[in-house]
């Protein structure tokens, strides 16, 4: 007769390297405590690497001249997005993460925020590092088709109105390229009239 452990282990490798997985994804395979238990040893044993509390990922690998290696972790985006595909919930990535996303500022935060339609929470990452859910019932900032303009709108919103420099407003036009026009056109109705104005002309 399987074991918790061992229903988990052959769930986790009928996925590829690099899923990330909720403790939720596996209660049907064991007890409450048999699954928290079962994935500390996995833990420990290398299978899974323990992201947050309650949050796993199946690490990819790299190989070695000697072995094989463990390469780095997801960012805090792939988890924040991960969770609000879970929760089936729209994000947006606000303040200076908004910025350093789209190469707009160099410091990198410890700690990233987004707007959400889902619930308010605030997740530990270690290391001193987290991800903080702020709720908004302000559903057009999470409405555009395109995720892309969505970020660009909330940078500007992060450097305030009539102080984008120049070379900000050159590297906002670089992301163009990725935006269709039929996105630009629905989703420009949607932005806040004087970011609205710049766009239209860049």
């Known amino acids: 007769m399987q074991t918790t452990a ?5 769930k986790v490798k009928n996925h590829k390297r690099g899923k990330i997985f909720f403790i939720d994804d596996f209660a049907a395979l064991g007890t409450p405590d048999a699954v928290k ?4 040893r996995l833990t420990l044993a290398g299978l899974l690497v323990r992201l947050a509390n309650g949050i796993y990922w199946y690490p990819k690998k790299e190989k070695e001249l000697y072995g094989v290696k463990i390469s780095g972790k997801p960012s805090l985006d792939e988890i924040a997005r991960a969770i609000a595909k879970r929760d089936k919930a729209r994000i947006v990535p606000t303040g200076l993460h908004a910025l350093n996303m789209l190469n707009l ?3 990198v ?4 925020v987004y ?10 990452a270690g290391d001193g590092k987290g991800i903080l859910f702020k709720h908004t019932a302000e559903v057009k900032r999470l409405s555009y088709k395109s995720e892309l303009l969505m970020l ?3 940078a500007f919103r992060e450097i305030g109105e009539g102080k984008a420099t120049p070379e900000q407003l050159k ?3 670089s992301h163009f390229s990725k935006i269709t026009k039929q996105e630009f056109e629905t989703d420009i109705k949607l932005m806040p009239v004087w970011i609205r ?4 002309i860049l």
Do not use: E, Y
Request: a positive charge; glycine letters at 2%; aromatic letters at 0%.
């Open 6 to 10: 061992n229903h988990i282990v052959n």
């Open 37 to 40: 238990k079962s994935l500390q």
């Open 105 to 107: 500022s160099t410091q």
């Open 109 to 112: 935060p410890a700690n990233v």
């Open 115 to 124: 707007l959400t339609d889902g619930a308010a929470r605030r997740v530990k």
């Open 152 to 154: 660009i709108v909330s």
């Open 171 to 173: 590297i906002i036009k």
């Open 197 to 200: 104005k710049i766009l239209l």
